[in-house]
């Protein structure tokens, strides 16, 4: 026998009557009676729906592990521990289908090319109707929308006369510009991300058991689901000019694929250059767009190269007391994280592949790893375009300057070893305020 918790009110949570937990299920349990679920199938109808949810009405048909929502998921438990969202909650989608109807692509019915998302996830509400009408826990993993932004740079580039008000895609002269926005969560079909990675699915399947501490059990009591939804952030896509360009090889395409870096890209710290590149990014997005071509920037939540911002600042820390020089940058993350990144960019192709990308006309990044992951996929890309070196940040110069001297793609110098040895940043002898 299980107690219930109580919640913030000191009311019982809104849980079933029942008071027995089921820890895990097993094939061919009486409690296990899962909708099927053909990862790869071209036609929705016979791939099936993405069902994790655990809701009564749907906890014997689920043919999925994890949790909707990434890492909100955390946010939800709390919802219905504190009383606050009925534990067997099933959301309206009235009026929310897509703002631009996404051509299917080949890809869609491709289960090697698309194993990190769902491609169908979009139209739930319309593809799988009969199943929400049973009262089953169907859930959206991409919601698509229309938006206006507004960037500082993009502002002070209209100032500049680097960019012009068309009325279409920049709308005002105080830098307003129209967007079409795809949110998406993670659904991993794990075959396919083992294969992406070189390892057996067993392996990948104990080790996220694993190293997740335990929390998703059928990740090895049940190999005979496939899918699983990770408790981690998932992107964004941002699309500069008609969402339907996108596809067409016949116009010309800019794109930026972007990691999170929440102090530089909202913060504007200048340690790094991230901020800089993505502005740069959606400038050039812009720019294309309104030449007749398409502008795409791609957002993943990756903060501090997936390390997190805990790590990160650690290794700043590290970095100015131990002498911030660009020729140990690796080294003060390796020290602490183990690795350089872990970032690891084989699954991120998925959504070029969902939008339908055939090839990418200026890839604005200088990374191999994501230059190489693209190619590998079979989307050529024929421009790389490197940060120009007058919006780099000077105290950036550590980072940008070891990055290109460990490969990474540029048209202007690379250093030498003694010579990295001399890119310093700034204030590292008397940059705290605690003596220690």
Known sequence: MVSQPNGANGQKGSFPSSDRIILTTYPGQSVVNPIPLNWGAADPHERGPVLVSRASSTITKRNAIG????????????????????????????????TF??????????????????????????????????GLDVRPTIAVTRATMRLAEITESLREGCLQVDGDIVISKEGDVRVTKAAVEPVWYLPGVAERFGIDEGSLRRTLYEQCGG?????ITRPDIKVFLPPIGGLTVYIFGPPDRVSNPNVRLALRIHDECNGSDVFQSDICTCRPYLAFGVEEAIKEAQAGGSGVVIYFRKEGRALGEVV?????NARKRGGDTADKYFARTENIAGVKDMR???LMPDILHWLGIKKIDRMLSMSNMKYDAITQQGIPIIERIPIPDHIIPQDSRVEIDAKINAGYFTT???YTDEELSKVQGRGWQSWEDVVH
Not at 105 to 126: L, N, T
């Open 67 to 98: 949790a909707h929502g990434g890492s909100y998921a955390v946010y939800n438990a709390l919802a219905i521990a504190a009383g606050d969202l009925p534990y067997n909650f099933l959301p309206s989608f009235e009026n929310t289908h897509p």
């Open 101 to 134: 109807d996404f051509p299917q692509q080949p890809a869609w019915g491709d289960k090697r090319k698309i194993v990190a998302m769902d491609p169908f996830g979009h139209e739930v509400s319309r593809l799988y109707k009969n199943h929400l009408d049973d």
């Open 215 to 219: 929390s998703f059990p059928e990740l």
């Open 312 to 316: 990160k600042y650690l290794v700043y």
């Open 344 to 346: 690891f960019q084989a």
């Open 412 to 414: 202007g110098k690379r």
